[in-house]
């Protein structure tokens, strides 16, 4: 039984996020789906969400009759002549006709924030996605500048070894065996650095995964195909009827233009009717009986004359609500545009940079082998030699950058394009 039991809280563990997660690999989309179902921040939104249109959908109830019902019951003694009980009730209805326009428009306003909290909640999905690609290629980076420091070490280690079987041989100096071991350190140390930078992207990559911060994480190589850039032109319209803030910007506009109609509402008469039942009675058991009973009905009609300047400054704070809507929206309409060519030229420049980045890799590992061979035979300095590898180093480094800097920069434009 004590078996069964712990068995049983075994597997429930293994079930729970972030609870000694398994150490195959974790694809790219395997982590956008984690990310999508446990991220803490997404939960929060997605309460924050409900939570809006909770109170979009309340507004509902200004269309909707009011009733009432109350029962009461007592005793009196008037002028000492003994005490009387005496019971009463009332059920009182009453329902709003009309009013301006102020209930319409702003069920129509509540409709548009329920839309609207749902569009922040997309938002909120795609920023997650983004969130999650850019620590998932910035783990892969470091990961990657990792084992090129280490690949580093391992060569440093060569060449020092190589330079202290020349120094035997009195063809290296003593200054030569002390630059190779400077180098191994320096090597030593990016390794350090690598491993302390690897462990913080870990911790946040687990983070937004909503997992344990140190939970153990081993993702799975991508596939690099080539990164198609688009022109401004091509996905223009896209973007502008996409994005999430312009979509969120533009629904505000639509709210601000009914909350003048709304303030504008002031002016107005209302009508409104109201009916009413109520009886009173000596004893408990007549209060429902019909020949002490009344009952009413009517209609009223309200109209406010004057208020002060309560409902022209209503109106005149509106109008000035709906002009700043409308001026965030034309401005996020230029800074989106900008933002889209700053990100497609950025797009183009990495992806440039990844071919030449590329050819001078190849470059430098060719030059090294060459200048390893060359400082052999005594044709090359140990200078050189370190100087061609530091400069084979930074290639394969800045590939790395660049590679993982375009995948982060694409999928900033999806995100621009309100897609994940």
């Not at 969130?131 to 060569?155: F, G, H, M, P």
Request: aromatic share 8%; hydrophobic share 35%; net charge neutral.
């Amino acid at each position: 039984m004590r078996l069964k039991t712990i068995g049983s809280l075994l597997i429930i563990g293994f079930c729970l996020p972030g609870f000694s997660q398994s150490s195959s690999p974790i694809t790219l989309d395997d982590c956008i789906q984690i990310g999508l179902e446990h991220n803490q921040s997404l939960k929060i939104n997605r309460f924050e969400t409900d939570r809006s249109v909770s109170q979009a959908k309340s507004n509902i109830g200004m269309v909707l009759p009011v009733v009432n019902f109350s029962l009461s019951g007592g005793s009196s003694d008037m002028f000492g002549l003994g005490w009387n009980d005496s019971y009463s009730n009332s059920l009182t209805l009453s329902q709003n006709i009309w009013d301006g326009g102020a209930w319409w428009n702003t069920l129509k306003s509540a409709k548009i924030a329920q839309d609207a909290a749902n569009i922040q909640y997309d938002s909120y999905e795609v920023n997650t996605v983004y969130s999650v690609k850019a620590a998932y290629y910035s783990y892969l980076s470091t990961q990657q500048l990792l084992d090129v420091y280490r690949e580093n070490q391992t060569t440093s280690e060569y060449q020092h070894q190589l330079t202290l079987e020349r120094f035997k041989l009195g063809a290296a100096s003593q200054n030569d065996t002390l630059r190779t071991r400077v180098n191994i350190e320096n090597s030593r140390l990016q390794i350090i650095n690598g491993e302390v930078d690897l462990k913080s992207k870990s911790r946040n990559l687990n983070i937004i995964l909503g997992r344990d911060a140190d939970a153990s994480l081993t993702l799975a190589e991508p596939t690099w195909e080539e990164v198609q850039v688009p022109t401004v032109d091509q996905i223009l319209d896209e973007v502008l009827s996409s994005n999430h803030s312009l979509k969120l910007l533009d629904q505000n506009k639509e709210i601000m233009a009914y909350n003048v109609k709304i303030a504008r509402a002031g002016y107005m008469p209302s009508l409104a009717f109201s009916a009413s039942y109520r009886n009173s009675a000596a004893a408990m058991g007549d209060i429902f009986g019909e020949t002490t009973s009344t009952k009413s009905a009517g209609l009223s009609l309200s109209w406010n004359l004057f208020n002060g300047t309560r409902t022209s400054r209503g109106v005149e704070q509106g109008k000035i609500n709906a002009k700043m809507a409308e001026e965030n929206y034309d401005l996020s309409v230029r800074k989106l545009r900008k933002e889209l060519a700053q990100t497609l030229e950025q797009m183009d420049a990495l992806k440039e940079s990844v071919k030449i980045s590329q050819l001078i890799l190849t470059a430098s590992e060719q030059d090294l082998l060459l200048a390893q061979e060359q400082y052999k035979i005594g044709s090359l300095s140990i200078l050189d030699v370190l100087r061609i590898t530091a400069s084979y180093e930074d290639a394969k480094s800045n590939l790395i950058r660049t590679q993982h800097n375009l995948k982060v920069a694409e999928a900033g434009l999806l995100q621009l394009m309100g897609k994940r």
